[in-house]
């Protein structure tokens, strides 16, 4: 058995590293998330970002504190779709 479990990412890999069975759930190989700007460490999605909606709906929660039913700055997940977005900001 898999010591680990990717689950819902995007994993960048080369053509030698398995991202498929054991371990391996919902894998994106090598796309581009679409940060807004990497070079000035804004890693809010861009308007058509590939990891929008990609997140498992499963970890909307409720009755958390902070409630895992929104995103690092407070915005709702998911917002306008069934899925919340990839990574800790939830798409404006």
Known sequence: AADFNFSYCIIKADNNTPTSGTGFDNIWRNNDPDFKDIYKNDLTLDTLAFATQKGNPAY????????????INGNPRPNGGTNPDLGAYERD
């Open 60 to 71: 909307i929660i409720t009755g958390l504190t902070p409630p895992m039913e929104s995103d």
